[in-house]
């Protein structure tokens, strides 16, 4: 039934074509059709493998969405949210809560953004000398290649520890930073909460978009939380003063 609908598309296309496209936007229109077209020719192929052949289907031929053929699969690990489609955004905080640098990820894992990460925001950052990492970022040659950028490289080992390794992530530096890591899920949520968790642009150039402008957002929000704490400050500072010297009172 669904070839059937195809192929009544195509050929009203082919015979809409064929009377000739007056403007611009019937091409596009066109295009568009033809888009749906090949989307709806991939599911047909790809049902008909898994179901009638018992094929299995590649990851990499599979399509999530047919609006936004940039959605992945994204495979949490977590208890009540093993799996989530959307598409990655890797940011680094600063312990002033600032994000310096951020970076859509696409079709790559943690561990292959690492390095370029920090090495990007080292060009604008010079003076950052220590980051801490989740498992996910981890691999040896991340961990040597990383030391040649930072005094302290914070990313905790996969896997059964080494005497050595064991001695490294429980040094009183290493757990301190550890700790300080957690802050960073306040920037994640931050950036949920304020629109991030759905994306209101299409394409990926827009997904880009859209998120430099929310870790702009971010950023200008924790200026105006910082500015507005100094005022309070300030008031606290002036009443104090106030009810501290106080004018003595005169008898009448």
């Known amino acids: 039934m669904a070839q059937s609908y195809l192929d009544k598309v195509g050929q009203t296309l082919a015979t809409i074509t064929a009377q000739g496209l007056g403007n611009p936007l019937d091409l596009i229109t066109k295009l568009e059709i033809e888009g749906f077209m090949a989307h709806a020719q991939r599911q047909i192929n790809q049902i008909e ?6 094929e299995v289907i590649p990851h990499a031929e599979k399509v999530f969405s047919i609006f936004q053929p940039h959605t992945e699969w994204i495979s949490k690990g977590k208890a009540g949210v093993p799996v989530e489609f959307g598409v990655k955004v890797c940011i680094l905080e600063d312990q002033h809560q600032f994000i310096l640098y951020h970076q859509v990820v696409q079709q790559q894992t943690d561990d292959q953004v690492t390095v370029e990460m920090v090495t990007q925001t080292k060009k604008r950052f010079p003076k950052l000398n220590v980051c801490s990492f989740d498992k996910g970022f981890h691999t040896s040659a991340n961990q040597i290649a990383l030391k040649e950028h930072l005094k302290q490289v914070v990313m905790p080992r996969k896997g059964k520890l080494s005497q050595q390794a064991k001695e490294e992530e429980q040094a009183p530096d290493f757990v301190k930073a550890r700790r300080a890591h957690s802050a960073v ?19 990926i150039d827009g997904f880009k978009r859209y998120v430099a ?4 957002a971010r950023n200008i929000h924790r200026i105006g939380a910082i500015v507005w704490q100094q005022d309070v400050q300030r008031e606290e500072r002036k009443s104090n003063y106030a009810q501290r010297y106080k004018p003595p009172k005169l008898a009448a």
């Open 213 to 216: 402008l929310a870790v702009l």
């Open 185 to 203: 899920e306040s920037a994640i949520n931050a950036l949920e909460v304020h629109g991030l968790d759905v994306c209101r642009d299409h394409g």
């Open 49 to 54: 493998r898994r179901v009638i052949r018992g």
